[in-house]
């Protein structure tokens, strides 16, 4: 019974998919939406072609991986101190007094609306995009973390002092074991929110990426091409999603969550 | 009996008071005193919300008398300590730690060795039944014996006392008589001084050496009972059912 | 973690305070007092408050007052948020109820939620060019992929005792769904209103800086050509201030919409 149930998802799930390509193709064979939009079978076509026939001057692969690299360098940055931050200020109040009103300050400006900024600070290369997804991880990340550290089970901590913990050890086996979790939930908004920014960054300012497939379609007229970017763009961002969920429901076995 | 009667844990003149934010101060406990005695089975017994747990709590040195002195095992209560042994009423299990983990934390957080704490929580899981769940996760188990798992970290860390609040007020009733047996067979076992709160007047009878009777805020001692039945003991054995219609006589009934 | 509070409070309130003086300070102090930066790469605070205060009223150098710019973003912003919750909050819903429609749609919608707002851009630009229509219809898209997945979790996280207690009364499907499923629904149904509003401020932003001729995104990007930092921060500054009170009141109609309060 189960079984058919989960069969039957997948099959309604595949039909579902199929239906919506048959649609698209035609809408694109039989109303006048084919002049400006390919079918299907020439954008996905093209999709796989542009991992042997290169667009630009990379081929698909090298298009995924150095997006894939300009938005993972700051995010594995982005993370490590927002988190160290997130937890000084969980933990010390004066930390708390201090960083807080900054992080609400600039916590609302959108991490796109800092691109004008960071490209005068630091020129059109990689520098000005390490700077946008360091930022666009850290808020985020660091408040979660945050979060996690308030929430500490209060009759936990009493358990572990009764135990013997010294205050080391209450950090190190109830407090951050307690806020892993937040931590994950964060780097999951924050790894979506990256991407988003950096596919912002290289449509304004790039020469290759999946960004540029787009906003390089856009200036030639070449509607295959965007299209063939936003495949790209779903595909990868759904690829690091999903791994990092699995990530998560491995080192967080114990929530109910995680299974 | 007469080399347990040494006294453990002596409350001196113990008053406690809590800043209500409207109400203003507010006391929950006044000029009490109370003493334990080593290896006794001590019930708190009295109404909702009457100030038991915050005496338990004191105990434990999660919260400080307002005034007075509980002085234990000779030295005045400042902070928690792993002499005092404490069994939570929603278990306070670590649940990111499995049976074992929980269990040998405290002797983990001594600085015992690895092998050495690994015996002693053995010891003690088989000492309460939970043998073939070492590696099992908190939320994996019952209520029954996630108490059960909770009693084993407390006597791990092999505690002067045990502190026990309403341990078995989450369980349904059948689990809770099988767990007040359980309790009785484990401190058989290993003989501690226990104090074990709770509302519940059969439970009281049922396990107590001594049960002291609280009135309501600001809490002190109302009556005293000295429980001589031999153990296991029967629910509906004519002087048990004695005792607990004359001590509910005694209880307050008002909220 | 420690108790006392109080006393304590206020003097973690004078730490943040002399926090932010401090920063404002150095800010200062690197830029007007000493200055190591020069305007074009870090304008002074004093400068950026002169020119919050002129631009409300000066057109230069981009064409447009402060006001204009968003006035003109707000009706792209709002316009699509709009229609995009009109569209999402129905399908959300709609997909979450019907068991058929929900295994058919998913993994569709699934995969058209992976792709953030901005890449619908060169889409939109190439089909109905650059205006206020492409804007709109990228907002809308946005807007509504954030509505219909809160809507559909809303409508998922219905208790079945509450559809139990409905069915004992005799209730109709379509009475199960209006009267408990949708109102269960609400606090997450208002979550998304939220959610999906940031989602839209931000692509239009995102929007303004590549194609557009007017609005605060085009401001910023404009004053970045010609290196004038100032707008850029002010820009910057009242993107932020914008979307936080316009978040502030979806979570105001939010309260007074949602009675009983949210059950966790």
């Known amino acids: 019974m189960r079984a058919y149930e989960k069969n039957k998802r997948l099959i309604l799930g595949a039909v579902g998919i199929f239906i919506f390509l048959c649609i698209w193709y035609a809408a694109t064979k039989l109303t006048s939406l084919g002049k400006v939009m390919p079918d299907p079978v020439t954008v996905f076509g093209g999709f796989f072609h542009a991992f042997i026939q290169p667009i630009g001057t990379r081929t698909m692969t090298m298009h995924i991986l150095i997006s894939l690299r300009r938005m993972l360098i700051p995010y594995v940055f982005g993370g490590f101190f927002g988190v160290l931050v997130g937890v000084l200020m969980g933990w010390y109040k004066a930390a708390d007094a201090i960083f807080m009103p900054y992080i609400q300050m600039l916590r609302p400006i959108p991490p796109i609306a800092w691109i004008p900024l960071s490209i005068i600070w630091f020129g059109f290369d990689e520098g000005s995009k390490y700077f946008l997804i360091f930022l666009a991880c850290f808020f985020t990340i660091a408040l979660t973390t945050y979060n996690g550290v308030h929430s500490v089970d209060e009759t936990l901590v009493r358990a572990s002092k009764m135990l013997g913990a010294n205050d080391r050890q209450l950090f190190l086996t109830i407090v951050l074991p307690t806020t892993v979790p937040y931590i994950f939930s964060g780097l999951q908004v924050a790894l979506g929110s990256a991407w988003a920014t950096i596919v912002a960054a290289e449509m304004i300012r790039s020469s290759e990426g999946v960004g540029w497939l787009i906003v390089r379609g856009q200036d030639v007229g070449n509607m295959t091409q965007i299209m063939i970017g936003i495949v790209a763009i779903a595909l990868t961002g759904l690829l690091i999603t999903t791994l990092m969920r699995v990530l998560e429901s491995k080192l967080c076995a114990w929530t109910v969550r995680g299974k | 009996m007469s080399e347990n009667k040494n006294v453990l844990i002596e409350f001196r003149h113990v008053d406690k008071e809590f800043d209500k934010p409207e109400e203003g101060m507010y006391k929950v406990v006044g000029d009490l005193n109370i003493q334990v005695r080593e290896n006794e089975f001590l019930v708190l017994f009295g109404p909702g919300q009457c100030g038991k747990s915050t005496i338990l709590n004191m105990i434990a040195g999660f919260e400080m008398p307002t005034a007075g002195e509980i002085i234990c095992d000779g030295k005045a209560v400042d902070r928690p300590g792993p002499e005092r042994g404490m069994v939570f009423q929603n278990t306070a299990l670590f649940p990111w730690l499995t049976v074992m983990g929980n269990v040998e934390y405290g002797p983990k957080m001594q600085g015992v060795k690895k092998e050495e704490r690994r015996r002693r929580a053995q010891k003690y899981i088989d000492l309460v039944g939970l043998q073939g769940f070492e590696n099992s996760f908190p939320v994996k188990l019952s209520g029954g014996m996630q108490q059960r798992v909770g009693i084993a970290r407390a006597y791990c860390n092999e505690p002067l006392v045990m502190l026990l609040d309403e341990p078995f007020g989450h369980l349904d009733a059948q689990t809770r008589y099988l767990m007040q047996d359980e309790l009785t067979r484990i401190w058989q076992a290993e003989k501690r001084t226990v104090i074990f709160v709770t509302n519940n007047i059969e439970e009281a009878v049922y396990l107590a050496d001594r049960i002291l009777v609280l009135r309501n805020c600001p809490t002190g001692v109302k009556a005293e009972y000295e429980i001589n039945l031999p153990r296991p003991r029967n629910y509906t054995d004519p002087e048990f059912l004695r005792l607990r219609r004359e001590i509910d006589a005694v209880v307050d009934h008002t909220l | ?264």
């Not at chain 3, 219905?158 to 629904?185: C, E, M, Y």
């Not at chain 3, 998304?192 to 932003?205: I, K, R």
């Not at chain 3, 800086?209 to 290196?227: D, H, P, V």
Request: proline share 3%; net charge positive.
């Open chain 3, 1 to 264: 973690m420690k108790k006392k509070q109080g006393a304590r409070m206020d003097k973690y309130l004078l730490v943040s305070v002399l926090s932010v003086c401090v920063g404002i300070f150095v800010w200062w102090l690197v830029t007007d007092g000493l200055g190591l930066f020069r305007s074009n790469v870090l304008p002074s605070p004093v400068k950026v408050c002169q020119t919050f205060l002129k631009k409300w009223v000066e057109a230069r150098p981009d064409g447009a007052t402060l006001l204009q710019h968003l006035m003109a973003s707000l009706k792209v912003a709002l316009g699509g948020y709009l229609i995009g919750a009109l569209v999402g909050i129905p399908l959300g819903i709609f997909m979450a109820w019907n068991d058929k429609v929900d295994m058919l749609v998913r993994p569709v919608f699934d995969l058209v939620r992976t792709i953030p707002g901005v890449a619908w851009t060169s889409v939109m630009v190439t089909l109905v060019g650059i205006g206020y229509m492409s804007k709109a219809l990228v907002i809308f898209i946005s807007a509504m992929v954030a509505m219909v997945i809160n809507s559909y979790s809303g409508i998922k996280q219905t208790k079945t005792v509450h559809l139990w207690v409905g069915q004992t009364f005799g209730a109709s499907n379509w009475d199960l769904l209006t009267r408990v499923a949708i109102p269960s629904a609400l606090p997450m149904i208002f979550t998304g209103l939220d959610v999906a509003l940031g989602s839209a401020w931000t692509t239009l932003v995102a929007a303004e800086l590549l194609a557009s001729t007017r609005g605060l995104g085009f401001m910023i990007q404009q004053a970045r050509g010609i290196f004038r930092l100032d707008i850029v921060i002010v820009g910057m500054v009242v993107i932020a201030i914008t979307g936080a009170i316009l978040s502030s009141i979806i979570r105001k109609i939010g309260d007074r919409v949602v009675k009983g309060g949210r059950l966790r």
